[in-house]
T-cell receptor
Framework: KAGVTQTPRYLIKTRGQQVTLSCSPI?????VSWYQQTPGQGLQFLFE???????NKGNFPGRFSGRQFSNSRSEMNVSTLELGDSALYLC??????????????FGPGTRLTVL | AQKITQTQPGMFVQEKEAVTLDCTYD???????LFWYKQPSSGEMIFLIY??????QNATEGRYSLNFQKARKSANLVISASQLGDSAMYFC???????????FGKGNQVVVIP
């Protein structure tokens, strides 16, 4: 069974541009969550989607948005990039929307650098 | 809100020895899951082990075991027989049963030396 995949793996953008990151969950998983990891702030939750609906949202500005498609693949978009958006963006997939035994598996991440 | 605390400084561990990584948590939820992940320098977050708050037995997965003490709100990871490939950052995380939102600790750096 293939794991969680994220594309692209590396991305370099300049301030003011926008970027779209993609995450394909493990086959059969319907939940996709996104996290931002920076040296200063650590791992921070961005949002979670389950069956195409956003269920949870972290404390990030509206420049950060996401969506999920009917095949459970998810995209996140960051508009008007700032230098502080440079980070490793990780997505995690799980089968359920929560509950006991609901393990969450991560993809390899997309490393975004904003110049 | 959940809070995860990992306060140990970077650790050097001799190959083949066991190492314990401390994790304490704070939550008002009664039902939650606890996770440990390994992050090597490549950046990928690798799932290691899971413990549910109602699980009576401590979780084990191969060389990984979780020492769960609910009353103390502690979920320490034990890695037995350390290998060079165990060198990585280790993160403790939790999420309530009601959703998949993970709260992470700051991580523990482990370096295994031959």
């Amino acid at each position: 069974k293939a794991g969680v995949t994220q594309t692209p793996r590396y991305l370099i953008k300049t301030r003011g541009q926008q970027v779209t990151l993609s995450c394909s969950p493990i086959s059969g998983h319907r939940s996709v969550s996104w996290y931002q990891q920076t040296p200063g702030q650590g791992l921070q939750f961005l949002f979670e989607y389950f069956s195409e609906t956003q269920r949870n949202k972290g404390n990030f500005p509206g420049r950060f948005s996401g969506r999920q498609f009917s095949n459970s693949r998810s995209e996140m978009n960051v508009s008007t990039l700032e230098l502080g958006d440079s980070a490793l963006y990780l997505c995690a997939s799980s089968f359920l929307a929560g509950g006991p035994g609901n393990e969450q598996f991560f993809g390899p991440g997309t490393r975004l650098t904003v110049l | 809100a959940q809070k995860i605390t990992q306060t140990q400084p970077g650790m050097f561990v001799q190959e083949k020895e066991a190492v314990t990584l401390d994790c304490t948590y704070d939550t008002s939820d009664q039902s939650y899951g606890l996770f440990w992940y390994k992050q090597p320098s490549s950046g990928e977050m690798i799932f290691l082990i899971y413990q549910g708050s109602y699980d009576e037995q401590n979780a084990t997965e191969g060389r990984y075991s979780l020492n769960f003490q609910k009353a103390r709100k502690s979920a320490n990871l034990v890695i037995s027989a350390s290998q060079l490939g165990d060198s990585a950052m280790y993160f403790c995380a939790m999420s309530p049963y009601g959703n998949n939102r993970l709260a992470f600790g700051k991580g523990n750096q482990v370096v295994v030396i031959p």
